[in-house]
């Protein structure tokens, strides 16, 4: 009786009535878990407006490395407390400098990075 009731729980004894053995059906819930978890990862490899995928992330640390080399590389730059964020492709800097020439040479030290589309540059001078 309760072998009866565990095939009932797992659905194999309405397979087993049609003629369908347990090792069948067994590997008909595999089959199903599988697809339905392989359609799950291929969604979680794609790219939207709000999510980067895998190799957009990778890129764009690169991107964000190369702007804080740039901008350490700077004699004027090097010392001040920048933040640089990259999303798709686009460098966000921030943090408070000392000038407004800092805060243009920071964004141009950005803009010349291989693979940066575009700068928002929201540094703000200290006063």
């Not at 940066?116 to 703000?124: E, F, I, K």
Request: aromatic share 4%; with cysteine.
């Amino acid at each position: 009786m309760i072998v009866s009731s565990r095939k009932h729980v797992l659905g194999i004894q309405a397979m087993s009535e049609k003629g369908v053995g347990p090792w069948r059906s067994s590997m008909w819930i595999i089959t199903a878990a599988g697809l339905a978890l392989s359609g799950t990862a291929s969604l979680g490899c794609a790219s939207t407006r709000t999510h980067e995928s895998t190799g957009e992330y990778i890129d764009n640390s690169v991107i964000t490395s190369k702007v804080k080399a740039a901008i350490v590389g700077d004699p004027e730059l090097k010392s001040l407390q920048i933040s640089v964020k990259t999303y798709k492709d686009t460098v966000q800097l921030s943090g408070f400098v000392d000038s407004a020439e800092a805060v243009r040479r920071a964004g141009q030290a950005a803009s010349g990075v291989q693979g940066v589309t575009s700068v928002r540059n929201d540094l703000v001078v200290k006063k």
